[in-house]
C-alpha cells in the first residue's frame, strides 16, 4: 500500500497524473491576403464606378473541413489532428479574393455572393476549386476553373483554368503562405482580364437582346422582351 502511495504522489509532483487535463497542441492558420502597397499592383486601377461581384466560390467535398489536408498521393490524403484553419476554408478564399481584387485593381466596390437583390455589379467573378491542398513533397498546389460574367445580363465573357504551384517554406506557417501566394497568382490574372474587359466598349441592351439594326425600341413589345 506504501509503495503504490508512493507511486501516485510521484505521478502527481512528474505532472502525469491520469486526471490531469491533456495539453492542446491544435494550431490555427488563416490564409493572408496581398500587402496593400505598390509592389502588388498588378493591374491598372478599375473605374471607381464599376462594382464586382465576387462568387459563388465552389469547393470540393475533401477541402469542407477545418482540418489542414496534406495530399501524400493521387488518390490519398492526410487530415491533420493539430493543425486547423480558424474559419471556413471556402469563406476565407472567398475573402482574401475580394481584398487582393481590392488592393490590385484599387477599389472597394466588391461585393461578396450572395449580395442583396438591390445591389447591381458590373462584372461577377464565379470560380470553382477543384484542389487546393499542399502535398507531402512541400508544393502548395491550386487549381481553378474561373470565369467573369456580365452582372446585369449574366453572359459569359471569359471562362479560363490557373493552375498555381509554390514551393512550401519552413515552419508551421509554411502551408498557409504558400496556399496563400497560388491564391495571390489566381487573384492577378483574374484583376488583369477585369481591367481588359473593362477597355474593350460593352454591347448596347439592344445588342444583348439582339435586336435587328433598323428596330424601333419603342415598337418593341413588353411580351417580346419576355421571349
Known amino acids: ?5 508512493f507511486l501516485l504522489t510521484s505521478l502527481i509532483v512528474a505532472g502525469c497524473s491520469p486526471l490531469a487535463p491533456l495539453p492542446n497542441h491544435t494550431r490555427f492558420f488563416m490564409l493572408s491576403p496581398l500587402a496593400q502597397d505598390s509592389s502588388a499592383q498588378s493591374a491598372k486601377p478599375l473605374d471607381q464606378q464599376l462594382s464586382i461581384g465576387v462568387g459563388p466560390i465552389g469547393f470540393p467535398d475533401y477541402l469542407k473541413r477545418y482540418e489542414v489536408v496534406t495530399r501524400t498521393a493521387d488518390t490519398r490524403i ?3 489532428e493539430e493543425n486547423r484553419w480558424a474559419g471556413p476554408l471556402d469563406k476565407n478564399f472567398t475573402r482574401v479574393l475580394s481584398e487582393n481584387l481590392a488592393t490590385l485593381l484599387d477599389t472597394q466596390r466588391i461585393q461578396s455572393y450572395p449580395w442583396s437583390r438591390g445591389v447591381s455589379v458590373d462584372y461577377q467573378v464565379v470560380v470553382e476549386v477543384e484542389r487546393f491542398d499542399t502535398s507531402s513533397d512541400r508544393q502548395a498546389t491550386l487549381i481553378a476553373r474561373w470565369s467573369i460574367r456580365d452582372g446585369m445580363s449574366g453572359k459569359e465573357l471569359f471562362a479560363t483554368e490557373t493552375t498555381s504551384t509554390t514551393p512550401v517554406g519552413a515552419g508551421e506557417e509554411g502551408p498557409s503562405v504558400a496556399l496563400s501566394a497560388t491564391l495571390a497568382a489566381l487573384s492577378r490574372e483574374v484583376a488583369s482580364q477585369l481591367t481588359l474587359l473593362k477597355q474593350q466598349p460593352r ?3 439592344a445588342a444583348e437582346l439582339q435586336l435587328p439594326p433598323t428596330t424601333n425600341l419603342r415598337e418593341f413589345s413588353s411580351r417580346d422582351l419576355s421571349q
Open 203 to 205: 454591347p448596347s441592351r
Open 78 to 80: 492526410d487530415v491533420s
Open 1 to 5: 500500500m506504501l509503495k503504490v502511495t
